[in-house]
């Protein structure tokens, strides 16, 4: 591996500001927030969404469909009966 070319990739704490859960990873990101983690001084990223907000993996979302698109679209491709 050649020297001098690679960014530093160091542990940062995550925070979804969302839900306020915290983890610590690894990444290239940094921060000029800190916060302590375990004693050790760690820059701070702050998420708007992460898995564990978002609605498609908390289970919480919801179609929009006010002209009837996605039920013309279910009732033409929707479960065709097998042969």
């Not at 050649?2 to 921060?31: C, N, Q």
């Not at 006010?66 to 097998?82: H, L, M, N, P, S």
Request: charged share 35%; aromatic share 8%.
């Amino acid at each position: 591996m050649k020297k001098d070319i690679h960014p530093d990739y160091h542990k940062v704490l995550f925070v979804d500001t969302a839900t306020g859960r915290e983890w610590v990873s690894r990444s290239t990101m940094t921060s000029e927030k800190t916060k302590e983690v375990e004693g050790e001084e760690l820059p701070v990223i702050n998420l708007e969404i992460s898995a564990e907000s978002h609605p498609f993996w908390t289970g919480q979302q919801r179609e929009v469909d006010a002209e009837g698109r996605v039920d013309r679209f279910r009732k033409r491709y929707g479960q065709r009966k097998k042969a």
